[in-house]
């Protein structure tokens, strides 16, 4: 028997782990090994536990399993023929009846996994790679642990979509614990690098994370061999390792750096303020509606200056039509009286429209009939982001519409639109700002010339 020895990404979970958590990680980390000892520990140490862990499928389950039964196996003999002497143990399941605890391993494929179960401890793994349906997968699992129970969800990444993206971006509103491991973390990715000189690239990745030679040495083979892949393979940052799905329609590289460089702010739902107003500067607040159910699409509302584009506030959430109307409103009166654009396409936008008219404001966009989004006017709005996106200084100051940009892609019928189970509506409602915020200075071009 061998004593399990924390590497140094485990050590790093253990120092920062809480009830809820989701490891974003590069490949073999040791994480899933060191997540199953832990959750074998308290199944042999307590009364009545459950211990899940749920694999991307069957042969990834019953490799972990094996695992598990090789830390039992391990055990004194006395403890293995005693109170851990097992009732049932398979290739999925491990019970000791003397403590009436157990330990299970299922499979994402099967979409039963963890019904009519209590589970204390709820290990996910590779979630980014389970099949089918894995949001109805995972959300039947999350609802069968118990309110103490602890949750660990686990995934190398793949693509800038899906379940564990989802679930990854939305942490922070969730209470989850975000652990992010980069390839270099694990002390043995090196090579020798006798006449390796580096370029600039990696002489800044060494500055900045203390990478030695023969870590930008394997970093080379990395590229060499995964070449396109090795982002997300080997992740180095968490937001590059996702990479799009789909041909984005901005560019990517512009939008990673951007997220590097942003200012940290709270992302969840409501009203975020990036730049304050000034008495001397003109604003367009811009709103794309929803009609408020919490299971359909966000409404945003958008805030630039006339003079740079610069955001200077967000809004997201669900609130009904009234609702948003006030808040736009109040944005807008907020900013100088800046002038509202509200997209009027379908019913819950001309609701909106119209309950901004009630409150009397007098800076509605188009004398008060509203923005109307189309085969003109949305190219348009998607030509002037990606303009945005690539200018000096970016004005965008939302993680939260950086994101939703990078995972704005061209789907195989060529439309520009939000990769699916993705949202695309802060892009939409500042695709919409800056439109007007153009038009808006034609205007005044042309009020000057006449």
């Known amino acids: 028997m061998k ?24 490949r073999q980390m040791g994480i899933s090994t060191w997540i199953a000892a832990r959750f074998f520990l308290d199944v042999i140490t307590h009364k009545g536990l459950l211990a899940v862990q749920v694999a991307h499928d069957q ?11 090789r830390f039992w196996a391990n055990l004194p003999e006395e403890w293995r023929t005693g109170a851990l002497r097992p009732s049932r143990s398979n290739i999925r399941q491990i019970v000791f009846p003397h403590l009436d605890s157990e330990y299970r391993v299922e499979s994402a494929a099967d979409l039963e996994a963890g019904r009519g179960l209590t589970i204390q401890r709820l290990h996910l793994s590779e979630v ?46 969730t209470g989850y614990v975000t652990h992010f491991f980069p390839w270099w973390i694990e002390e043995s990715y090196r090579r020798p690098a006798k006449y390796l000189s580096p370029n600039a690239e990696e ?10 030679r023969e870590q930008i040495a394997y970093r080379r083979e990395l590229v060499a061999n995964y070449r396109g892949l090795a982002p997300q393979e080997f992740a180095e940052d968490p937001e590059s390792c996702f990479l799009a799905s789909g041909l984005c329609v901005f560019d990517i590289e512009t939008i990673d750096e951007r997220l590097k460089n942003c200012e940290e702010h709270e992302e969840g739902d409501g009203t975020r303020h990036f730049l304050p107003a000034r008495r001397d500067k003109e604003y367009v607040v811009a709103v794309d509606t929803a009609g408020g159910s919490p299971r359909g699409d966000y409404a945003s509302i958008q805030v630039i200056d006339m003079d740079g584009a610069a955001q200077c506030a967000e809004y997201r959430g669900h609130e ?19 002038v509202l654009a509200i997209e009027v396409n379908g019913t819950s936008g001309g609701e909106t429209n119209a309950y901004a008219r009630m409150q009397s404001y007098e800076h509605l966009y188009d004398d008060g009939r509203g ?27 939302s993680k939260r519409l950086l994101r939703e940009l990078r995972t704005f892609i061209r789907n195989d019928a060529d439309r520009a639109e939000a990769a699916p189970g993705e949202h695309d509506d802060t892009v939409m409602a500042m695709g919409i700002a800056l439109y007007v915020r153009q038009r808006l200075a034609q205007d005044q071009r042309r009020k000057r010339v006449c």
């Open 59 to 69: 042969q990834a389950a019953e490799e972990i399993f094996r695992i598990v039964h």
């Open 371 to 397: 923005f109307k989004t189309d085969v003109v006017t949305r190219p348009a709005m998607i030509s002037l982001l990606g303009e945005a996106i690539v200018s000096e200084p970016c004005p965008f100051q």
């Open 3 to 26: 004593e399990l020895r924390a590497n140094r990404a485990q050590q790093q979970y253990e120092a920062r782990a809480g009830q809820k958590n989701i490891v974003l990680k590069a």
């Open 320 to 338: 009904s039509p009234r609702r948003v109307a006030e808040l736009a409103v109040a944005l807008a009166r907020e900013y100088n009286n800046a």
């Open 128 to 173: 980014a790679r389970w099949p089918g349906r894995a949001d109805e997968t995972l959300a039947g699992l999350r609802a069968a642990v118990a309110p103490q129970g602890e949750i660990v969800i686990e995934s190398t990444p793949r693509g800038a979509a899906g379940t564990f993206y989802r679930e990854w971006q939305s942490a922070a509103d």
């Open 203 to 212: 002489q800044e990745l060494m500055r900045v994370h203390g990478l030695e």
